[in-house]
């Protein structure tokens, strides 16, 4: 089981920015797949972000990208989300979801829920226009 903890949401006035932490434990695999979605009240859950561990290549939702980026620490086991030009539809619940992978298994980034094993409880973040 890998356990993770999201960190970092809250209040935000439209045009700000705000950086979520989302730190694993538990456990370790030789590399791993991350990624942030979000689900705002009536909607369903949203892909927002993803990265790979091996090589670091992301992948952004288009209402996301140019605003928002995606990384990791792997030193300390963490993955970011700095989020940049927030607007008011940014509003939601995210949550980060991991999926580990083995040596000499090759990395597959999902951009669909169904695709992470790992899941965080969430952090709100709520910007007010």
């Known amino acids: 089981q890998v356990f993770l903890v999201e960190s970092g949401g809250g209040l935000v006035q439209a045009g700000g920015s705000l950086s979520l932490s989302c730190a694993a434990s538990g456990r370790t695999f030789s590399s791993y797949a991350t990624a942030w979605f979000r689900q705002a009240p009536g909607n369903e859950r949203e892909f927002v972000a993803a990265?790979?561990?091996?090589?670091?290549?992301?992948y952004y939702s288009d209402s996301v990208k140019d605003r928002f980026t995606i990384s990791v620490d792997k030193a300390k086991m963490t993955m970011y989300l700095q989020m940049n030009s927030l607007k008011a539809e940014d509003t939601a619940v995210y949550s980060c979801?991991?999926?580990?992978?083995?040596?000499?298994?090759?990395?597959?980034?999902?951009?669909?829920?169904?695709?992470?094993?790992?899941w965080g409880q969430g952090t709100q973040v709520t910007v007010s226009s």
């Open positions: 979801a991991a999926t580990g992978f083995g040596r000499d298994t090759i990395v597959v980034v999902g951009t669909t829920a169904s695709e992470y094993d790992f």
């Open positions: 990265i790979s561990w091996s090589g670091g290549k992301t």
